[in-house]
C-alpha cells in the first residue's frame, strides 16, 4: 500500500502538513495468562529486557515499560540489568507508561483497589528513578469505567492511551469526560497495540491510523504481549524517512513524546477535540469480554470479600494508631499487594490457563489468616484504649460492659448502620443459663439462640447468637446479656408474622410456592400490596462458550425452576421448611436438578415417576428480617454438570430501555434487552452485545416516574458479594452465579485452545446476594448505602470480664446520605492519616464530616497524597467538624494532622 507519486505531489501541492509518527517499541507484560507467573518472568526479564538494554544503549532505540511489579522482580534478581534498565530510565530512552503495580482491570475491583495500584506503582517510580508517569497506558484491560478520567487526574496522569471499549471510531483523539466532569487527553488505539509491529507494513498502518487521527500526529504502538525487541527497527525508520519523509515523518518514541506534540498542536491551531462521556465499554471497535464477568466466580467473591474485609481493618487500625501511634504497615501494604495481584487484568476476569491460579488460592490462604488475625488485634487495641480512656476519666462505673459474656459490635461505615450480626459467645460454667435478649443503655432488643451447648449444670457454654443491633457511624456499641425478656415498646412500627404462605413484615409481602420454593414479593401500595417481582429463580443455560464468551445454541434454557426449558429434565423440590424466630424468618429450599424425569411426554397429566441423572444439588435459604428492608440469599450449589451457566433471575412488570449499576466511585446507565440487539445494515460490531454487563455490588432497574406520584414507581435493587454478571432482559433481573466451560479459548482467536479442566466449576458454591424492593429509583431509595451494608458486615467481640466502656461511640461520620467513606488510612509517609469520601448519588452536596478529635490541620490532597492545585477546593473547619462543597460523583482526599 504504497503512497503513489500522484499521491505524494497532490499533498505537497496542497500544501498539507507533514505528519509524524511516533513508533513505540514496547512488550505487553502478563502477570499470568497462558504461562506461569514463573515463565513470564523469564521470558521479560532474561529474554526482553537484557535485549532492550543492548539495544538501548547501543542505538537510538526507545521501548515502553508498563508495570512496576516487572520491574521489583528485575531489581531482585538481576541488580546488574536492573541498573542498566534504571539508568535509560532516567535518561528519558526507556518510559514508564502506565506505572501501576500490575494493569488493573478497571471494571471488576473497587475503586479503592484501583487507586492502590496507582499509588503502589507509581511510588516506586519516583523513589527508584526519579521520574513522573504522565500516561496511562491501557494496553489490555477489558473496557474503562466511568471515573477513570478523575482517579487519573487526581493521581497525576495528563494523558490517556488505550486499546479496548471506544464506542465511536473517529477520531481516535477526543477529551474523555468522567462522571464527575473531570476531562483528560486520550488517544484510542484503532488498531489495537500492534499497529506497528509487522515492520514491513508500516504504511499499510499509517494510511488506517491516519484516516481517524485528529491532527497531523500519529501514534503507532509497535509490540504485542511477551514480544520480543526488533534490533532493525532503527534501520527501518531510516530507510521510511528517506523515502517518505517528505510526507510523513517516522520517529522511534515514546508515548509522552507523542502527546506532548499532541498537545502543543491543539494548542497553536486552537483545536478543539470531540468530548465524549462516561464509560469505555463498548464491543464496537474492539472486545471488551463482557462474559469473563463470570469465568472463575471464586476469584470474583474473593476479591470482593478480601477488599471489603482490608478497608475496614484498615479504618480501625488508622484509628488505633491516633491512641497507641503504631499502625501494621508493612502487615497491611502486604496484604494489599495480594489483592492487587489478584485484581491484574487476566486475573480478576478469570481468563488465564488453569496453573496460573495456583498462586492465587496461595494468596487467599494468606490473606484469610492474616486477615483474621489482624482484625482481632486491631479491634482489641481500640478496645484496650477505649477502656483506658473510660477509667481515666472516672466514668468506669456508669459504663457498660464488664459482665462475662458482654458484646462490642464494630460498625465500619460511615453512617449509622442496623444490621444482622451472628456471634460465638463462650461462658465459664455456671455464669449465664439463658440468653434472652442484649441492653446497651436504654435499648433492648431481641435476640436469635441459632445453637448452644451446656455444662452438666445446665448453664450455657456456647451459644451462636444472632441479633439487629442498631450502630453508630463508624463506631462500636456495647451490649449487655439479658436472662430475662427485653421490654416491648408499645408503639414498635417493626413486626414479623406468617399469613399463610406469606410472610410480612411493615416493608413487605414475600409469598412462598412451596412446590418450586419461588417467591413472590410486593410492597405497600395504598390500599393494597403492589407486586415488585417473582423469583429466586434457578435457570440453567446451555453452555458452548469458553473464557471469554458464553455461547449457546438453544433459544431457550435447559430448564428454570418454574418449567421454562427443554422437556427431558426438571428442577425438584425435595425438602421445604420455615424457621422462625422474634426477629426473621428463614425459608430453606432443597432442590435437585435431574437432567431426566419420566414420563417426559404428556407432563400435564402424568405425573413424574422416576429421576435420573442428578447435576445440580441446591439449598437455599431465604430470610426475611422483621425491621431490616432488604431479603437476604444464601445459595448453596454443588455444580457437577459440565458446559452450563447458572443464573438466578427476578421477573417484574416492570418496563424501562434502562437499568444502572454500581460502579467506581458511582454508579452508571445500561441498556436492557441486549440480547435481543440486531445490528442496523452496514453496521459492523467486533463484538455484538450480549445484554451481560459487570456491576459492582449491586444493580437497580425501576420504573419510578411511572407511579401515581413523581417518584413513587417501583424499583428493585439486586445486591451481591462478587458475581458482577448482571442483564436485565424482558422485565427481568438476572444475576450469573457461574458458568462451567473447558477451554480458555473455543476458537483460538482470544487466545491458544488451551483446555482449562478447573474453569468446569464442578465445585461446591455459597452464593450471597439480597433484593431491595423499593419505591422511586435508586437514588431515592439509596441502593448504594444497602450493598455496603451487606457487604460490610459488622464485626462483633465478645468483652472480656472487667472491661467498662461507654455504651456507645462515634469516631467518624460524613453527613448527608450521599456522601461515601472509601478509605480511611494512614498516610504513605506516615504524616498524618488520609480521609477518602465520594459523593454517590451524582447531585451537588454541602458536606460535613465529624471527627472523634480536633484535627490541627487539614489540607485537600490528591489520589497519591499530596497537595496539587487542580484537586484545591475550600475548607471550613469548626474545632472537630469539617464542611466543604462536593461536586456530582467527586472523589475528595483529606489529609489530617493531629
Same mark, same amino acid.
Given at each position: ?55 538501548? *544503549?547501543?542505538?537510538? #532505540? ?17 541488580? $546488574? ?13 526507556? =518510559? ?15 475503586? =479503592? ?10 511510588? #516506586?517510580?519516583?523513589?527508584?528513578? /526519579? ?72 504504511? $499499510? ?43 510523513? $515523518? ?51 467473591? /474473593?476479591? %470482593? ?24 504497615? $508493612?502487615?497491611?501494604?502486604? %496484604? ?5 495481584? +489478584? ?7 478469570? &481468563? ?24 482481632? !488485634? ?51 460454667? /455456671?455464669?449465664?443459663?439463658? +440468653? ?5 443503655? *436504654? ?37 449487655? +446479656? ?19 404462605? &406469606? ?20 410492597? @405497600? ?7 415488585? %417481582? ?92 422483621? @425491621? ?142 439480597? +433484593? ?108 472537630? !467538624? ?17
Amino acid at each position: 500500500m504504497k503512497m503513489t507519486r500522484e499521491e505524494e505531489k497532490e499533498t505537497k501541492e496542497n500544501g498539507k502538513e507533514k505528519d509524524t509518527i511516533y513508533l513505540v517499541p514496547h512488550t505487553h507484560y502478563d502477570a499470568i495468562w497462558v504461562f506461569t507467573k514463573e515463565d513470564y518472568f523469564y521470558i521479560n526479564l532474561m529474554l526482553i529486557l537484557r535485549e532492550v538494554a543492548r539495544l538501548v *544503549e547501543e542505538t537510538d #532505540y526507545k521501548f515502553l515499560i508498563e508495570q512496576t511489579f516487572l520491574l521489583e522482580e528485575l531489581e531482585k534478581r538481576y541488580p $546488574e540489568l536492573f541498573t542498566r534498565i534504571a539508568e535509560q530510565i532516567k535518561r528519558g530512552k526507556i =518510559e514508564i507508561a502506565d506505572g501501576e503495580y500490575l494493569m488493573a482491570d478497571t471494571m471488576l475491583p473497587d475503586g =479503592e483497589t484501583l487507586i492502590r495500584e496507582i499509588a503502589e506503582g507509581k511510588r #516506586y517510580v519516583k523513589q527508584k528513578f /526519579g521520574v513522573d508517569v504522565p500516561v496511562m497506558w491501557q494496553a489490555d484491560s477489558f473496557g474503562l469505567n466511568a471515573q477513570l478520567p478523575q482517579i487519573y487526574r487526581k493521581s497525576g496522569y495528563r494523558y490517556v492511551a488505550f486499546r479496548r471499549g471506544v464506542p465511536k471510531r473517529k477520531p481516535s483523539e477526543f477529551l474523555w469526560e468522567g462522571l464527575d466532569g473531570t476531562r483528560i487527553l486520550t488517544h484510542w488505539m484503532p488498531l489495537g497495540y500492534r499497529a506497528g509491529l509487522d515492520l514491513t507494513k508500516l504504511e $499499510e498502518s499509517y494510511k488506517k491510523l491516519k484516516e481517524v487521527a485528529a491532527t497531523s500526529h500519529i501514534l503507532m504502538p509497535s509490540g504485542s504481549g511477551v514480544t520480543l525487541p526488533q534490533p532493525e527497527t532503527p534501520e527501518v525508520v531510516n530507510a521510511w524517512n528517506k523515502e517518505r519523509g517528505d510526507i510523513a $515523518e517516522l520517529k522511534i518514541a515514546t508515548p509522552r513524546e507523542f502527546f506532548e506534540s499532541l498537545e502543543t498542536e491543539l494548542k497553536e491551531k486552537k483545536l478543539e477535540l470531540e468530548v465524549r462521556r462516561g464509560e469505555m465499554y463498548s464491543g464496537r471497535y474492539s472486545e471488551v469480554f463482557p462474559n469473563c464477568s463470570s469465568s472463575r466466580m471464586w476469584i470474583k467473591q /474473593g476479591l %470482593c470479600e478480601y477488599e471489603s474485609w482490608l478497608t475496614c481493618c484498615e479504618r480501625w487500625a488508622t484509628l488505633a494508631s491516633l491512641v497507641d501511634s503504631y499502625f501494621p504497615y $508493612e502487615e497491611l501494604r502486604n %496484604c494489599w499487594r495480594k489483592i492487587l495481584f +489478584i485484581a491484574f487484568h487476566d486475573v480478576v476476569p478469570g &481468563t488465564g490457563m488453569d496453573r496460573g491460579y495456583e498462586e492465587v488460592k496461595q494468596y487467599r490462604g494468606f490473606i484469610t489468616a492474616e486477615m483474621s488475625n489482624r482484625c482481632a !488485634r486491631v479491634h482489641s487495641r481500640i478496645i484496650e484504649s477505649e477502656s483506658e480512656r473510660e477509667h481515666k476519666s472516672g466514668k468506669g462505673e456508669s459504663a457498660d460492659g464488664g459482665d462475662i459474656g458482654d458484646i462490642i459490635v464494630f460498625n465500619s461505615l460511615s453512617w449509622e448502620v442496623k444490621n444482622w450480626i451472628e456471634m460465638d459467645l463462650t461462658f465459664d460454667k /455456671g455464669k449465664v443459663v439463658t +440468653i434472652k435478649g442484649l441492653k446497651s443503655g *436504654e435499648e433492648e432488643i431481641d435476640v436469635e439462640i441459632i445453637k448452644f451447648a451446656r455444662y452438666e449444670d445446665d448453664s450455657l457454654r456456647y451459644a451462636r447468637i444472632g441479633f439487629v443491633p442498631t450502630v453508630p457511624p463508624m463506631g462500636y456499641k456495647v451490649y449487655k +446479656i439479658l436472662e430475662r425478656e427485653p421490654k416491648r415498646y408499645r408503639f414498635d412500627p417493626n413486626f414479623i408474622l406468617i399469613r399463610g404462605n &406469606t410472610i410480612e413484615n411493615r416493608f413487605f409481602g414475600v409469598e412462598i410456592e412451596p412446590a418450586t420454593g419461588l417467591i413472590t414479593v410486593s410492597i @405497600d401500595g395504598g390500599e393494597k400490596r403492589e407486586e415488585v %417481582c417473582m423469583g429466586n429463580e434457578l435457570v440453567l443455560e446451555e453452555e458452548a462458550g469458553d473464557l471469554y464468551y458464553h455461547r449457546q445454541m438453544l433459544d431457550i434454557p435447559l430448564k428454570t425452576e418454574s418449567g421454562e426449558g427443554i422437556k427431558y429434565g426438571a428442577f425438584r423440590v425435595k425438602n421445604f421448611y420455615i424457621t422462625k424466630s422474634p426477629l426473621r424468618r428463614v425459608i430453606n429450599v432443597e432442590t435437585d436438578y435431574f437432567s431426566l424425569r419420566w414420563p417426559y411426554r404428556l407432563t400435564d397429566k402424568l405425573p413424574p415417576l422416576m429421576w435420573r441423572h442428578r447435576f445440580l444439588e441446591c439449598t437455599k435459604k431465604i430470610i426475611v428480617y422483621k @425491621d431490616i428492608p432488604r431479603i437476604d440469599f444464601v445459595t448453596n450449589v454443588v455444580d457437577k454438570h459440565p458446559r452450563a451457566r447458572l443464573r438466578v433471575r427476578f421477573s417484574t412488570a416492570m418496563k424501562s430501555p434502562t437499568y444502572v449499576c454500581g460502579s467506581q466511585f458511582g454508579a452508571v446507565s445500561r441498556p436492557t434487552d441486549m440480547w435481543y440487539y440486531k445490528p442496523e445494515d452496514g453496521e459492523e460490531w467486533v463484538e455484538k452485545p450480549c445484554g451481560a454487563f459487570p456491576s459492582l455490588r449491586w444493580f437497580d432497574y425501576s420504573d419510578a416516574d411511572k407511579g401515581k406520584g413523581k417518584g413513587k414507581g417501583l424499583g428493585l435493587t439486586v445486591i451481591h458479594s462478587g458475581t458482577p454478571e448482571s442483564e436485565v432482559r424482558d422485565g427481568a433481573l438476572y444475576l450469573t452465579l457461574l458458568r462451567s466451560v473447558s477451554m480458555l479459548s473455543s476458537d483460538g482467536k482470544t487466545g491458544p485452545a488451551i483446555p482449562v479442566p478447573d474453569a468446569r466449576e464442578l465445585r461446591r458454591y455459597t452464593f450471597r446476594y439480597a +433484593i431491595y424492593p423499593h419505591r422511586g429509583d435508586w437514588k431515592s431509595a439509596y441502593s448504594y448505602r444497602q450493598a455496603q451494608e451487606f457487604n460490610c458486615a459488622l464485626y462483633g467481640m465478645q468483652l472480656r470480664e472487667g472491661k467498662k466502656l461507654p455504651h456507645e461511640r462515634s469516631f467518624l461520620s460524613i453527613e448527608p446520605e450521599n456522601v461515601v467513606l472509601s478509605a480511611l488510612k494512614v498516610a504513605d509517609d506516615g504524616d498524618g492519616i488520609i480521609l477518602r469520601f465520594y459523593e454517590a448519588a451524582g447531585e451537588d452536596t454541602d458536606a460535613e464530616i465529624t471527627f472523634f478529635r480536633e484535627p490541627a490541620e487539614v489540607k485537600v490532597v490528591n489520589l497519591l497524597e499530596y497537595e496539587d492545585e487542580e484537586v484545591s477546593k475550600g475548607l471550613q473547619i469548626e474545632g472537630k !467538624r469539617i464542611k466543604l462543597n462536593v461536586k456530582p460523583f467527586e472523589i475528595v482526599t483529606l489529609r489530617l494532622r493531629f
